[in-house]
């Protein structure tokens, strides 16, 4: 069996959520997630499927929304703390990736701390800030640091107000998810971003949601736009001046495997970005089972995949390592 690295697991710790609840005041949990802390199930869980590391990231995106800019700090600082404390105590299991929420001075400053105190092998940031588009003049900052550190970017999606009713059978999470992702990357591209920072890596949850299936869409879009510029003077108006055609950059993003089990969404995404930027990740312990389907169907859609040995084994670990070291 290879060596299998989950480059995308979620995890809290009792006492951040006891923080969070007692000392904060939290209250948008419902009952006490503790399968979200519960390390011994977790270590079992990935010796029966034979995964050895787990990269850590903090669970519930969706605590930060319109939260007051100080007590998101200080909550966040809090939650890289316990991130990098449990790595600490299970080294041989855990790689910490911190969470950023929000960019500024202070924030930025817990960006520096988190990689060159705590170490932190990346940094997770959301798909959307409150409802500003990751383009936005504010964080470009943070892009400007994570290249010149060479710090991984994970993007979580991030929920939004879509309509009233998309939370019904709870779309919003299902179909919005995925969608606010790709909105996330192509912010970036068509905004400028990934031509200002051409070294910036992007981890993309979900198989880089909808971007690989829509690869050909990107390039036709884009070739249609600059042939007919005076038919799209809005996209003129906005979109940065690209050096190259749009679809390179949506081609350098990272993607992981967290598509519940569906080989051919991996095929496609293995076919679309550039080689080695396929990691597997499972989304654990989100699933039936608390995780443990995710990760035996994962395991088994990248076993079928059409590709060769060594190309298998870089989507498992190869490709994780050599983007985090």
Known sequence: MPEIVDGYTHILTEHFFEELTDRFGFQGLSGRPEFLWDVESRKEDMADYGVDKQVITLALPTLFQGMDHDLALEITKLA??????????????FIPVATLPKVSDAFLAEFDRCVNDLDMKGVQIFSNVDGKPLDHEEFWPLFADAEATDTPLWIHPQLWEWYDWASEYMEHRLFGWPFDTTLALSR??????????????????????????????????YQQRQAYPENYPEFHENAADLSRPAEEYF?????????????????CAETFFNDGNLVFGTDYPFSPERGRRTVEVTIDAVEEMNVGTEAREDIFAGNLYELIE
């Open 80 to 93: 890289n703390d316990e991130v990098r404390r449990l790595a600490d105590e299970h080294p041989d299991d």
């Open 188 to 221: 970036l591209v068509f905004g400028g971003v990934m031509e200002e920072y051409p070294d910036l890596k992007i981890v993309s949850h979900h198989g880089g949601g909808m971007v690989p299936y829509y690869g050909s869409r990107i390039e036709m879009f």
């Open 251 to 267: 081609k350098k993003f990272y993607a992981d495997a967290a598509v519940s089990g569906s080989t051919s969404a991996l095929e």
